[in-house]
């Protein structure tokens, strides 16, 4: 129940099942069995970071640790473990090291350390994207995002502010699946003295993105309906958010209200094609970090990760 969780990743089939990457507790699984009265199990050791369960094969998982650079795959639901497939050892990885499962194809993985690295088997073999020519060559990557209608189309971000008036190389996309990179950052305000956290691609149109941040007091997040290009790309989406409300992740929906919710330091919101500003969705749940969200649509259940009160879940706003 005091549990602080980085990640939580719901399986999209039956048995349904939870896998929450936990600071300090490992990779933890929640599936029924008559074996524990909680169904809570641990399968991986260390820090548990990023995982994911493959939306076609629930026995199909991933773990991460980001202390020590590991990435590992179980094919048995979490009994058994690959060897180490990491990236890289020659690079740099973020603490919470982004790790994504192309939404087209959950056979094919992103992580990014410095660079971007895609692997097409499953993690067992990595190459590297486009170099990235960017002037901080110690940065490192903290998001990944992919447009559900095009996988060629690909979002990231380093987190570091750039601690200056001129925000510059902190966003990039690319148009041809990471073999070569656009710098969008221009008009990202929020991005001059405060990290970016999180990025996302409306499901239904890769030109709507939302970029999330923490350290800030007015930007917390900005919006782009032109997938960050053209003057005046970026326009502020914060209106109704807290001053502590700072951003660690953001989820959409794929109903026809354009849903999406973001985790905060001090709840979920929640907002819509027909709200006009961010809600409070945090319907019971305590004041608390929320790091991550997924959604089981089966159900239209939102699954919420938080930093010290466990994982805890509710009806989505819309049925």
């Known amino acids: 129940n005091?549990?602080?969780?980085?990640?939580?990743?719901?399986?999209?089939?039956?048995?349904?099942?939870?896998?929450?990457?936990?600071?300090?507790?490992?990779?933890?699984?929640?599936?029924?069995?008559?074996?524990?009265?909680?169904?809570?199990?641990?399968?991986?050791?260390g820090?548990?970071?990023?995982?994911?369960?493959?939306?076609?094969?629930?026995?199909?998982?991933?773990?991460?640790?980001?202390n020590n650079n590991l990435t590992a795959r179980s094919e048995d639901g979490g009994i058994t473990w690959s060897r180490n497939l990491a990236a890289s050892r020659m690079e740099r990885g973020n603490y919470l090291r982004p790790f994504q499962?192309?939404?087209?194809?959950?056979?094919?993985?992103?992580?990014?350390y410095h660079n971007v690295f895609r692997s097409k088997n499953q993690g067992e073999t990595w190459?590297?994207?486009a170099?990235?020519?960017?002037?901080?060559?110690?940065?490192?990557?903290?998001?990944?995002?992919?447009?559900?209608?095009?996988?060629?189309?690909?979002?990231?971000?380093?987190?570091?502010?750039?601690?200056?008036?001129?925000?510059?190389?902190?966003?990039?996309?690319?148009?041809?699946?990471g073999n070569s990179w656009i710098d969008i950052t221009a008009g990202?305000?929020?991005?001059?003295?405060?990290?970016?956290?999180?990025?996302?691609?409306q499901p239904d149109d890769a030109n709507v993105v939302l970029v999330g941040f923490r350290g800030g007091w007015e930007y917390k997040l900005m919006k782009t309906l032109s997938g960050g290009e053209g003057k005046s790309a970026w326009t502020n989406y914060s209106s109704?958010?807290?001053?502590?409300?700072?951003?660690?992740?953001?989820?959409?929906?794929?109903?026809?209200?354009?849903?999406?919710?973001?985790?905060?330091?001090?709840?979920v919101y929640v907002s819509t094609d027909y709200l006009k500003a961010w809600q409070s969705f945090s319907r019971g749940l305590?004041?608390?970090?929320?790091?991550?969200?997924?959604?089981?649509?089966?159900?239209?259940?939102?699954?919420i990760g938080t930093h010290g009160r466990g994982v805890w879940k509710s009806p989505l706003l819309i049925p």
């Open 286 to 303: 305590p004041r608390v970090m929320v790091c991550d969200l997924d959604i089981l649509q089966a159900s239209r259940e939102l699954y």
């Open 127 to 129: 190459t590297m994207l």
């Open 240 to 267: 109704g958010l807290p001053s502590d409300g700072d951003v660690n992740c953001i989820l959409f929906d794929k109903d026809k209200q354009h849903s999406v919710y973001i985790g905060t330091h001090s709840g």
């Open 47 to 66: 820090d548990g970071m990023e995982c994911a369960i493959d939306p076609l094969n629930p026995k199909i998982m991933y773990a991460n640790d980001g």
């Open 131 to 177: 170099p990235i020519d960017l002037a901080d060559k110690n940065a490192s990557l903290i998001a990944i995002a992919l447009a559900p209608t095009d996988s060629q189309i690909i979002y990231i971000a380093y987190s570091n502010p750039t601690w200056n008036t001129k925000p510059t190389q902190r966003l990039y996309k690319s148009k041809d699946g």
């Open 188 to 201: 990202l305000k929020g991005v001059s003295y405060t990290q970016i956290t999180s990025i996302a691609v």
């Open 101 to 112: 499962l192309d939404p087209a194809n959950p056979h094919v993985l992103y992580t990014g």
């Open 2 to 45: 005091i549990a602080e969780c980085w990640n939580v990743a719901v399986s999209k089939e039956k048995p349904y099942r939870i896998l929450v990457g936990m600071q300090d507790c490992g990779t933890q699984q929640f599936r029924p069995s008559e074996d524990s009265l909680s169904g809570w199990f641990m399968v991986r050791g």
